[in-house]
């Protein structure tokens, strides 16, 4: 997930750095909410993942 993620920005001419920042802090966030809406963070898989990312950022939900 998080390299797809790293990737989308950077096709996107977002610089490498920046790219890798904010990949891993949405990650993380969603990661947080995904353990949260799962119970446990030993619970969360990657499709626990992106589920969270989709809810929590509408702007990322590519089934607009």
């Not at 963070?41 to 993942?49: G, I, K, N, Y």
């Given at each position: 997930?998080?390299?797809?993620?790293i990737?989308?920005?950077?096709?996107?001419?977002?610089?490498?750095?920046?790219?890798?920042?904010?990949?891993?802090?949405?990650?993380?966030?969603?990661?947080?909410?995904?353990?949260?809406?799962?119970?446990?963070?030993?619970?969360?898989?990657?499709?626990?993942?992106?589920?969270?990312i989709?809810?929590?950022?509408?702007?990322?939900?590519?089934?607009?």
């Amino acid at each position: 997930v998080l390299a797809g993620m790293i990737a989308a920005l950077r096709a996107q001419h977002v610089s490498a750095p920046e790219a890798a920042a904010a990949a891993a802090y949405v990650h993380g966030l969603a990661g947080l909410k995904a353990a949260q809406i799962m119970g446990s963070e030993r619970a969360v898989c990657a499709s626990d993942v992106i589920s969270a990312i989709r809810l929590r950022w509408p702007l990322f939900n590519a089934e607009r």
